[in-house]
């Protein structure tokens, strides 16, 4: 089943290569997205039959692993190749370094062999959310690419080398999630950085090659801090399994193994690469830069949370991670542009994520696989609403999507859900905020309670003039048409469901998934909130959820006169224009409230970013120099 | 059975006590300004009057949402009063907020728009104090849930008086009380009109207005949160102090100018640091 996950997207990966037909290609990404889809739920229905119990496989490996050396060493040369077309330095020596190092001690140091692949609770959860959230993805590409193009006449049509990337990616984030040594690990985790920088520079126009390449050296960073994870592993005690590391515990491999997670969810001082990925298709800022390869980086956090409760090295990640949820979301609020928004709060949210993997102990721990399940789907979709809604209304500022509500009803409700499930009560977010409030104040870290607290207060902020945007009344300018395809609907409705149904089913995904992934790292049996607790919080949620339902039915029975709105007494005909001071028609216009001066990242990014730097250079002393 | 009793009490009778405790603070307010002021029942009178009134509204929505304030804050209000988890009321309390900032934001009027975003501005203001109060309770109790928090042997205001002043601070904001009424006020605004609710009329604002006294209640009850304990004299004492507490925000309103947005949210951004974090600081150092 294994190289069946991984083959069937890399093979069809190949195919958009051969198949040049667009239709044909529609068609081919439909059928490969379901088999995608399919093939995993199999692999889980087997896996649950056999027990759900944890699988080992590849204790030996002969062509596998010759055929992976290769890999690192082409991933190298395209680097170097993609380096030296573009004059760019540091890649190469990063790129070099870290190939160089992981070459050096596959062949000359001697690795005790233990199973390469493993298969266990948080395998399968993340195998779900990359299939299902993946799989509808690729669905949306289908019409938003055609869109894209008919809006963006200037970016060279490369749809075919679009396509193989989003596949190849599946198929690396389905081996990043199932290997176990740290070696496999490495080589998905090198090939998601390099599919990432291709895709950042899909338009291949100046910003996008300086973005692309932002991204490729940070990653390329947290790969050489991989790398000498590795070497260390490898030197001083003669394995590289991820389970090993965890189970000695040692600091600086710990340390290491966090950098590259950092660089990988793009947490400060390394948040730059990831707004600067804004500037990729929305698809690829959809799949790559929200709902899974930033996930990457909590997942390997997670793994090795175990071993950071309590040592230097949690608190190092955790106020990293607490010190970005906070500046990243009173950053988000001067953003006008809606993907900057959701990229911020997309670092924040990691940010929170890994500021409970740093703490680690059970209760954080269950919180961040809540927040990740969550993030993945409402960030998910509101890339795709905001993708569709550039592609009908031509701009994605939020302040053209004043009275979206009105002009495309359907496009305002699905962004509605997304933001309503990032950060208001029907939804789980809350509950995982709760959990993570109570498990911070538990563990006496003092600093990330002020973060929690000072952060969902900014958070609320942005989300909240966001959604007054959306559903402001009025009678709009001109009339859009929406030219949303079919397909692009399709994945957005299933994202809108499974919001719902998460909500709904709360206290279910906290018996079935999260607490058979918390228990299996941890190794013990309680639960972190007990059932009737979490019943009685899904119930109380939903009553709040059923409120504006019914009220809207209370007042439709009430007639009411509509009547112009206040505006002085000056208003010209509608609610549209007014009388101004040298008597002639003006339109209204009303803007958010973007607190620049005070929230801008002009005067936030710089000290955040020194401040962050500070924090991870003096850990590494602290770490090196022997102190624990 | 004391619970249910509570809960029907607080939701059939908050709002009686919230209008009541409105005529109070006028006529207290009018004998500072040496003015004799409005009869005790006049927010009786007022809401009869926007009741009776021919329902006009600017769209077809502000209603809806301004009813699901209202829902939604009984239920926040209820839950406290039901003893259930106090972290939750506070998250249930913000959700019914975003309500009534979508009602305002809903019209598209520059003058409710503005109050709108103060109000938004307002929140972000008052959340993170709120939130180290819930905080502060779990540290001094070992619960959030209020049924645990009143049970306590100690009141929590002797662990948590820090926690009592920056609340007391920022409760000024959700009273709507000078200097802190930025979104709407009791008195005329000139700059905005009536910020918030400018767009509200009759049976619309009579609701938001009914809100509101549920809202000052709930407020009153967290207040008590900080002086009961398992003795029955500390109810009385919670239940004196809240007059104190009322007294002083009336007095605060009236001797106080409008501040700017800039100054409402770096002040209670700071007491919040001050008086809660240290607060908090010192509980979590000692546990």
Not at chain 1, 179 to 188: A, D, E, G, H, M
Not at chain 1, 204 to 215: L, P, Q
Not at chain 2, 155 to 168: D, E, K, T, Y
Request: charged share 10%.
């Amino acid at each position: 089943m294994i190289p069946l996950l991984i083959g069937i997207p890399v093979l069809l990966a190949v195919m958009f290569q051969v198949v040049r037909n667009e239709k044909a290609r529609g068609y081919i990404v439909y059928a490969g997205a379901g088999i995608v889809m399919l093939t995993t739920i199999v692999f889980i229905v087997r896996w649950i039959q056999d027990g759900a119990r944890t699988w080992e496989f590849y204790i030996s490996t002969g062509l596998i692993a010759h055929l992976m050396t290769a890999g690192d060493i082409i991933l190298m040369c395209l680097i170097i190749y993609m380096s030296i077309k573009y004059g760019k330095v540091l890649p190469i020596l990063l790129s070099a370094a870290q190939t160089a190092l992981v070459l050096y001690i596959e062949f000359t140091v001697e690795i005790t062999e233990g199973p390469h692949i493993m298969v266990d609770w948080l395998t399968i959860l993340m195998c779900i959310i990359i299939a299902c959230i993946g799989g509808f993805i690729c669905i949306y590409t289908v019409g938003y690419m055609k869109g894209y193009h008919n809006h963006h006449k200037e970016v060279k049509d490369r749809q075919p080398f679009f396509f193989s990337m989003l596949f190849l990616f599946l198929g690396a984030m389905f081996g990043l999630v199932l290997s176990q040594n740290l070696i496999w690990i490495y080589f998905f985790w090198e090939i998601t950085s390099v599919i990432s920088f291709l895709m950042i520079g899909y338009t291949r126009t100046d910003e996008a090659i300086h973005n692309s390449f932002m991204a490729l050296w940070m990653n390329l960073l947290g790969g050489l801090g991989f790398a000498i994870a590795i070497a260390l592993m490898a030197v001083m005690h003669g394995t590289v399994q991820l389970s090993d590391v965890v189970g000695i515990g040692e600091l600086l491999p710990l340390l290491c193994l966090a950098l590259a997670g950092l660089t990988k969810s793009a947490q400060l001082p390394f948040s730059t690469w990831l707004l600067g990925a804004m500037v990729a298709p929305t698809p690829s800022s959809a799949l790559l830069h929200s709902a899974t390869m930033v996930k990457a980086g909590v997942y390997l956090l997670i793994r090795i949370s175990p071993a950071l409760e309590g040592n230097l090295v949690g608190i190092i990640i955790s106020s990293i991670g607490g010190f970005t949820f906070i500046m990243a979301s009173m950053m988000a609020i001067a953003q006008n542009d809606g993907k900057k928004v959701l990229a911020f709060s997309t670092i924040s949210n990691l940010g929170l994520i890994v500021g409970c993997a740093g703490i680690g102990v059970e209760e954080t721990v269950w919180a961040a696989i809540f927040l990740m399940i969550f993030h993945s789907v409402s960030k998910s979709m509101l890339f795709q609403s905001v993708g569709a809604t550039e592609n009908t209304l031509g701009s994605r500022d939020i302040e053209d999507m004043h009275g979206l509500i009105i002009r495309v009803p359907k496009l305002a409700y699905i962004m509605g859900i997304g933001i309503a499930g990032m950060y208001l009560a029907p939804f789980g977010m809350l509950i995982s905020k709760w959990v993570a409030l109570k498990a911070f104040v538990d563990s006496g870290n003092f600093v990330l309670v002020l973060c929690i607290a000072y952060g969902s207060a900014t958070t609320m902020f942005y989300w909240t003039k966001w959604l007054a945007k959306l559903l402001c009344y009025h009678i709009p300018r001109e009339t859009v048409e929406d030219v949303t395809n079919k397909d692009e609907y399709v994945s957005m409705f299933f994202h809108a469901v499974l919001m719902l149904l998460l909500c709904l089913l709360l206290p279910l995904v906290a018996i079935w998934v999260v607490n058979p992934i918390v228990r299996e790292l941890f190794g013990n049996s309680t639960d972190v909130l007990s059932m009737s607790v979490l019943t009685t919080m899904a119930i109380m949620l939903i009553s709040i959820f059923i409120v504006p339902v019914v009220m809207f039915f209370i007042s439709r029975r009430s007639h009411s006169e509509l009547v112009p709105i206040y505006m002085n007494g000056i208003n010209e005909g509608d609610n549209r224009f007014f009388l101004n001071s040298y008597g002639e028609k003006e339109h209204l216009y009303l803007s958010n409230w973007y607190l620049r001066f005070e929230f801008g990242r002009r005067h936030l990014r710089v000290p955040s970013i020194i401040l962050a730097a500070a924090i991870l250079v003096l850990g590494f002393c602290l770490v090196i120099g022997g102190v624990s | 059975m004391i619970r249910i009793i509570l809960v029907l009490a607080y939701l059939l009778l908050a709002p009686f006590l919230g209008a009541l405790l409105d005529g109070l603070d006028r006529i207290i307010s009018a004998r500072m300004q040496r003015r004799r002021g409005p009869s005790l029942f006049q927010p009786f009178y007022d809401l009869g009057k926007l009741f009776s009134k021919e329902l006009i509204t600017v769209n077809n929505v502000q209603l809806l949402l301004n009813m699901s304030y209202l829902v939604i804050l009984m239920i926040a209000g209820a839950m406290l009063f039901a003893g259930a988890d106090l972290l939750m009321v506070l998250f249930i309390l913000s959700t019914a907020d975003m309500f009534l900032i979508m009602a305002a934001s809903s019209d598209s009027s520059p003058y409710a728009n503005m109050g709108a975003s103060r109000e938004m501005l307002q929140m972000m203001a008052y959340e993170p104090l709120t939130l180290l109060v819930a905080v502060g309770f779990y540290l001094t109790t070992g619960s959030f849930h209020v049924g645990d928090i009143i049970n306590a042997p100690v009141s929590a205001v002797v662990f948590m008086p820090g926690l009592l002043v920056g609340f007391m601070f920022t409760a000024a904001i959700k009273f709507r009380k000078s200097p802190f009424d930025l979104s709407t006020s009791h008195h005329a605004h000139q700059e905005m009109v009536k910020g918030l609710t400018t767009e509200m009329s009759g049976m619309t604002l009579a609701i938001m207005n009914i809100a509101e006294y549920y809202e000052k209640i709930l407020l009153f009850g967290i207040f008590c949160l900080f002086f009961v304990n398992s003795t029955w004299w500390s109810w009385v004492a919670a239940i004196v102090v809240c007059g104190v507490i009322f007294f002083m925000e009336t007095l605060w309103d009236n001797v106080s100018a409008r501040v700017k947005w800039k100054t409402l949210l770096y002040s209670c951004w700071v007491v919040t640091l001050v008086a809660g974090g240290v607060n908090i600081l010192i509980l979590m150092l000692d546990k």
